[in-house]
């Protein structure tokens, strides 16, 4: 997980805040100012009289840097939990330090009118406030600088509330990369500026579901300072992801004549992300892509990785690796979502903590259905984006993320269940083998899956049909019929398994 930079004006609540949201998300927390201060050996006062702006400018500028060497996105991976770090209020005026805080994390300012600033700098001593009208001064800064604050951050905050309001937001903020490909931006709406920033764009064509429309109207508004975006709106769920809806939008692309330098957005649950990624990856040979994922599935699943494809005869089997170069996730869309669609993408989150992150299963244990969303989101997405990172084209151990799917898809299909739902009886199931093959304590995994309201069994099913679709999976993988077990709570291994333990996982959950 990257870092969490604030930056804003002298006196706007970073460091107060920044000590907050380092508290909440459990991370180390660092003040430039501080740093500065002990590298040099004197208070930034002395080295602004004593040495004069631009030393000053030079000893934090090292200091950026060095945090943005020593974090973990750094080199551009995305492990790690990240730190959080309190700017001074011109770090934003080089671009190194823009660029070096935007490479390694999610960057947020704080930003507070200048009557609450002046009134917080009263009675302290800043060295750029010797001597001045501090209000008038602060109003000609801030004027100057908006547009830096601006530029450099991907969320902005209104800091003139009370410090534990502000806090909040800023602590859901995240910046999650995956290798070099794609960045995950998570907040509490969307990101500012909306697309990443590229030369000579002219327009974008948003590509949007029926369940998704007021999320889209919140992208348009957002992209109309941006660029010129075109809204176009296809079928609902699977109705998406057909060839003929496929040819309606190249129509359609080709009639806006979209070039390359132009971009496609996709705001929408997986089906809408995964069509909008594919015609991405084949318009023009492709071109740029930006996803709003507006469903939880879509967050933590369907919109990270870089699968994109469409349904012909079966699901997903025309396709394109083509990864986004954004995702924003607005938190505040999740939030809303009914309660079916929580607990679906419920499925997948909780699926990422059995596979790598056995806090995140501690949050649906502890809070069932009230599960943090935010932490949720952001440790979920971290597990995918490390996963896909250490695997591309999925040439290995990106199988771990089919845990619960193997038995899981014969489920859905045979018995007609929401996908996470069936997601929900596969790792029930395969909980029960590696309880078998490693002494697994299959509770691990039966009792969150319980505390969502997930099924953990199925009654009724035609089991000689689950088989059969089983089977015709296997026939897809050359290595044969394999299912991802768990020796412990993130601790996951992809085996090859015999009718034998198939049997064990459909009694567990009630297939006989
Ligand atoms: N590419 C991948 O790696 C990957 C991974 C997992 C799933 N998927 C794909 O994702 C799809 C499933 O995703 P999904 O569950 O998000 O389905 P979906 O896109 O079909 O959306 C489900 C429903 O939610 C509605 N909806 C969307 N946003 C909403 C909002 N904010 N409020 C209320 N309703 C809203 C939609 O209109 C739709 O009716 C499948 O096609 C699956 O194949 C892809
Ligand atoms: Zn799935």
Known sequence: MGNLWLVGMMCSGKTTVGGRASEARATPFFDVDRLVELRAGKSVVDIFRQDGESAFRRLEAAEIRRLADDSPGGGGSSGGGGMVVSTGGGAVLDDRNVEAMRRTGAVVWLDAPVSALAARVAGEERPLLAGVDAPRFLAEMLDRRRPMYEGAAHYRVDADRPVSEVAAEVSCCARIAVGGASEILI??????????????????????????????????????????????????????????????????????????????????????????????????????????????????????????????????????????????????????????????????????????????????????????????????VAVKAEVVSSDFREAGR?????????????????????????????????????????????????????????????????????????SRDKKRTAAGLRMVLLRGVGDPVVEQVDEDALEIGFSAVGVC
């Open 398 to 470: 990106r199988a771990v993320l089919n845990f619960g799917h193997t038995i899981g898809h014969g489920v859905e299909a045979a018995c007609g269940l929401a996908h996470g739902h069936a997601v929900s009886v596969g790792m029930a199931a395969a909980a029960a083998v590696s309880a078998d093959r490693y002494g697994f304590d299959p509770g691990e995994v039966l009792l969150p899956l319980e505390r969502l309201g997930l099924p953990t069994r199925i009654e009724q099913a035609d089991r000689a049909e689950i088989r059969r679709l089983i």
């Open 187 to 380: 907040g509490p709406g969307l990101t500012s500026p909306l697309l990443p920033r590229s030369s000579g764009r002219e327009q974008a064509a948003v590509i949007t579901q029926p369940g998704a429309m007021p999320a889209a109207r919140r992208v348009m508004d957002r992209l109309r300072a941006e660029t010129d975006a075109v809204l176009i709106e296809v079928p609902d769920r699977e109705e998406a992801k057909t060839v003929g809806t496929l040819g309606m939008l190249y129509t359609r692309l080709a009639e806006l004549n979209l070039g390359r330098h132009d971009t496609i957005v996709g705001v929408g649950g997986g089906a809408v992300t995964d069509l909008a990624g594919f015609a991405a990856a084949t318009w023009l040979r492709g071109i740029e892509s930006v996803l709003v994922p507006t469903t939880l599935l879509g967050a933590v699943d369907a919109s990270i990785g870089g699968k994109t494809g469409i349904n012909v005869s079966g699901k997903n089997l025309v396709g394109a690796f083509w990864h986004p170069s954004r995702v924003s996730v607005g938190l505040d869309t999740l939030a809303a979502l009914p309660e079916d669609l929580i607990r679906e993408g419920a499925a997948e989150t909780v699926k990422a903590g059995f596979i790598a992150d056995p806090g995140l299963v501690e949050l649906f244990t502890a809070d069932g259905m009230s599960f943090p969303l935010a932490e949720a989101v952001r440790r979920a």
